[in-house]
Protein backbone atom coordinates (compact mmCIF):
# COMPACT_ATOMS: atom_id res chain seq x y z
CA UNK A 1 0.00 0.00 0.00
CA UNK A 2 3.16 2.61 0.73
CA UNK A 3 4.37 1.49 -2.66
CA UNK A 4 1.62 2.57 -4.69
CA UNK A 5 0.67 5.92 -2.11
CA UNK A 6 4.19 6.64 -2.96
CA UNK A 7 4.41 6.18 -6.95
CA UNK A 8 0.75 8.22 -6.98
CA UNK A 9 2.62 11.29 -5.07
CA UNK A 10 5.44 10.93 -7.27
CA UNK A 11 3.75 11.08 -10.35
CA UNK A 12 1.24 14.22 -9.00
CA UNK A 13 4.25 15.58 -8.19
CA UNK A 14 6.46 18.30 -10.39
CA UNK A 15 9.83 19.19 -9.74
CA UNK A 16 11.74 21.39 -11.46
CA UNK A 17 14.86 23.36 -10.85
CA UNK A 18 15.78 26.62 -11.76
CA UNK A 19 18.68 28.86 -11.39
CA UNK A 20 17.53 30.46 -7.58
CA UNK A 21 17.54 26.76 -6.48
CA UNK A 22 21.03 26.22 -6.93
CA UNK A 23 23.91 27.23 -4.05
CA UNK A 24 27.11 27.68 -5.43
CA UNK A 25 30.59 29.15 -4.85
CA UNK A 26 33.43 30.63 -7.36
CA UNK A 27 37.03 30.49 -7.07
CA UNK A 28 39.44 31.54 -8.60
CA UNK A 29 41.29 27.97 -8.26
CA UNK A 30 42.20 25.76 -11.03
CA UNK A 31 39.18 22.97 -11.70
CA UNK A 32 41.97 20.53 -10.76
CA UNK A 33 42.53 21.87 -7.73
CA UNK A 34 38.89 22.34 -7.17
CA UNK A 35 37.95 18.58 -8.15
CA UNK A 36 40.88 17.27 -5.87
CA UNK A 37 39.64 19.71 -3.18
CA UNK A 38 36.03 17.87 -3.59
CA UNK A 39 37.07 14.30 -3.49
CA UNK A 40 39.14 14.81 -0.71
CA UNK A 41 36.42 16.86 1.21
CA UNK A 42 33.52 14.26 0.68
CA UNK A 43 36.48 11.47 1.22
CA UNK A 44 37.83 13.02 4.33
CA UNK A 45 33.94 12.71 5.54
CA UNK A 46 34.03 9.14 5.68
CA UNK A 47 31.79 9.21 2.71
CA UNK A 48 31.77 7.52 -0.67
CA UNK A 49 31.72 8.90 -4.48
CA UNK A 50 29.36 6.56 -5.97
CA UNK A 51 29.44 8.45 -9.19
CA UNK A 52 30.93 10.46 -11.37
CA UNK A 53 29.30 11.96 -14.21
CA UNK A 54 31.21 14.03 -16.99
CA UNK A 55 28.51 15.98 -18.22
CA UNK A 56 31.45 18.60 -19.97
CA UNK A 57 32.48 15.38 -22.51
CA UNK A 58 28.78 14.56 -22.62
CA UNK A 59 27.76 17.61 -23.69
CA UNK A 60 30.83 18.75 -26.06
CA UNK A 61 30.49 14.97 -27.65
CA UNK A 62 26.71 15.32 -28.41
CA UNK A 63 26.80 18.82 -29.04
CA UNK A 64 26.89 18.67 -33.29
CA UNK A 65 24.57 15.60 -33.14
CA UNK A 66 21.59 17.69 -31.18
CA UNK A 67 22.53 20.72 -34.15
CA UNK A 68 24.15 23.37 -31.80
CA UNK A 69 27.90 25.10 -32.12
CA UNK A 70 27.81 26.60 -28.52
CA UNK A 71 30.42 25.60 -26.19
CA UNK A 72 28.94 25.85 -22.93
CA UNK A 73 31.85 24.37 -20.14
CA UNK A 74 35.54 24.21 -20.26
CA UNK A 75 35.22 20.93 -17.89
CA UNK A 76 31.82 19.85 -16.16
CA UNK A 77 31.82 17.13 -13.43
CA UNK A 78 28.79 16.07 -10.98
CA UNK A 79 29.08 13.47 -7.95
CA UNK A 80 27.30 11.43 -6.64
CA UNK A 81 27.44 10.39 -2.89
CA UNK A 82 25.18 9.11 0.38
CA UNK A 83 25.64 8.76 3.97
CA UNK A 84 24.11 5.88 5.33
CA UNK A 85 23.67 7.80 8.76
CA UNK A 86 22.09 10.94 7.20
CA UNK A 87 20.34 9.00 4.53
CA UNK A 88 18.33 6.81 6.88
CA UNK A 89 17.94 9.73 9.48
CA UNK A 90 15.82 11.56 6.44
CA UNK A 91 13.98 8.88 5.11
CA UNK A 92 12.90 8.13 8.39
CA UNK A 93 11.88 11.44 8.83
CA UNK A 94 10.09 10.78 5.71
CA UNK A 95 9.89 8.17 2.99
CA UNK A 96 9.80 10.38 -0.30
CA UNK A 97 13.03 12.20 1.08
CA UNK A 98 14.27 9.13 -1.06
CA UNK A 99 13.78 11.19 -4.22
CA UNK A 100 17.11 13.09 -3.18
CA UNK A 101 19.65 10.33 -2.62
CA UNK A 102 22.02 10.14 -3.76
CA UNK A 103 23.50 13.34 -3.35
CA UNK A 104 25.26 15.46 -5.96
CA UNK A 105 27.47 17.86 -6.09
CA UNK A 106 29.17 19.77 -9.40
CA UNK A 107 32.03 21.04 -10.19
CA UNK A 108 31.67 23.08 -13.43
CA UNK A 109 34.26 25.87 -15.41
CA UNK A 110 31.62 27.74 -18.01
CA UNK A 111 33.81 28.57 -20.90
CA UNK A 112 35.83 31.91 -19.95
CA UNK A 113 34.76 31.85 -16.89
CA UNK A 114 35.78 30.92 -13.22
CA UNK A 115 34.99 27.37 -11.64
CA UNK A 116 32.01 27.29 -9.90
CA UNK A 117 30.85 24.25 -7.32
CA UNK A 118 27.55 23.47 -6.40
CA UNK A 119 24.28 21.67 -5.67
CA UNK A 120 20.29 22.03 -5.26
CA UNK A 121 18.99 23.55 -2.67
CA UNK A 122 16.89 21.46 -0.38
CA UNK A 123 13.24 22.10 1.13
CA UNK A 124 13.13 23.44 4.49
CA UNK A 125 12.55 21.16 7.40
CA UNK A 126 14.80 17.50 7.53
CA UNK A 127 16.55 17.83 4.56
CA UNK A 128 18.41 21.08 5.40
CA UNK A 129 21.01 18.80 7.21
CA UNK A 130 21.53 17.26 4.34
CA UNK A 131 22.22 20.48 3.08
CA UNK A 132 24.71 21.88 5.23
CA UNK A 133 26.70 19.02 5.04
CA UNK A 134 26.88 19.44 1.11
CA UNK A 135 27.66 23.47 1.93
CA UNK A 136 30.19 22.47 3.82
CA UNK A 137 31.72 20.31 1.43
CA UNK A 138 31.40 22.78 -1.39
CA UNK A 139 33.14 25.37 0.93
CA UNK A 140 35.91 23.14 1.86
CA UNK A 141 36.37 22.12 -1.93
CA UNK A 142 36.44 25.91 -2.67
CA UNK A 143 38.68 27.37 0.22
CA UNK A 144 35.34 28.98 0.96
CA UNK A 145 35.61 27.70 4.74
CA UNK A 146 39.15 28.73 5.69
Not at 24 to 44: C, H, K, P, R, W
Not at 72 to 97: D, G, Q, T, W
Amino acid sequence: MLRLILAALMVTIPISTTAQDIVSYETDQSFDDVVFGLESAILDRGLVIDGQNHVGEMLARTREDVGSDKVIYEHAEVYSFCSAVLSRKMMEANPLNIGFCPYDIFVAQPVGEKVIVGFRNFPEGPMKEVQSLLDSIARSATGADD
